[in-house]
């Protein structure tokens, strides 16, 4: 298993200088301290080997959890580890996606059960890259999160900027 703190700092609670700066950087929170904290105590009950946890996205009654590796690896069979992690993060709603290349895969994850209609690679007057994801208007009412926060996960996950279309 891997997540961004080393062992030995999850075990102990004292952190090293490259954790430390990890957290001080801002470029971990809070929330990954504690997924990390409970992904480690974990695998005395759960075979968590492959498990890669990479950073996590924390939307309030939503957390996003981002893997390298096979969401599957994280859900365990029956659900039996997210539902672990759901009740251990307070009873949020917690969702595992694989960040891959594949952008269409990572787009369709996030808005599951939606499906997106098409999802385009676009160019802002600056040049920047980001993507337009449309989604059918009878649909909005069954996403999970804001259009905010899907912008949030989107940018985190493809890199870019993300426009939500309702058609
Ligand atoms: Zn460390």
Same mark, same amino acid.
């Given at each position: 298993m891997k997540t961004p703190f080393c062992e030995n700092c999850l075990e102990t609670g004292v952190f090293c200088p490259s954790c430390s700066e990890k957290l001080n950087k801002e470029e971990l929170t809070e929330t990954d301290l504690g997924i990390s904290r409970l992904l480690h105590k974990y695998k005395r009950r759960f *075979?968590? %080997?492959? !498990?890669v946890f990479l950073?996590?996205?924390d939307l309030g009654k939503f957390v996003l959890i981002f893997t390298a590796t096979d969401a599957s690896f994280l859900i365990g069979r029956g659900g039996k580890i997210v539902n672990e992690l759901k009740k251990d993060l307070g009873g949020r709603k917690v969702k595992i996606i @694989?960040? +891959?290349a594949d952008v269409t895969k990572m787009a369709e994850e996030i808005l599951a059960p939606v499906r997106p209609m098409s999802i385009n +690679? !676009? #160019?802002k007057p600056d040049g920047r890259k980001a993507f337009k994801v449309r989604i059918m208007k009878k649909d909005a009412p069954l996403l999970q999160m804001e259009p905010s926060e899907l912008r @949030?996960? #989107?940018? *985190?996950l493809l890199g870019a900027e993300a426009f939500i279309?309702? %058609?």
């Open positions: *075979y968590l %080997d492959d !498990v950073k996590s996205l @694989q960040r +891959t +690679t !676009v #160019f @949030q996960a #989107f940018s *985190y279309i309702f %058609d």
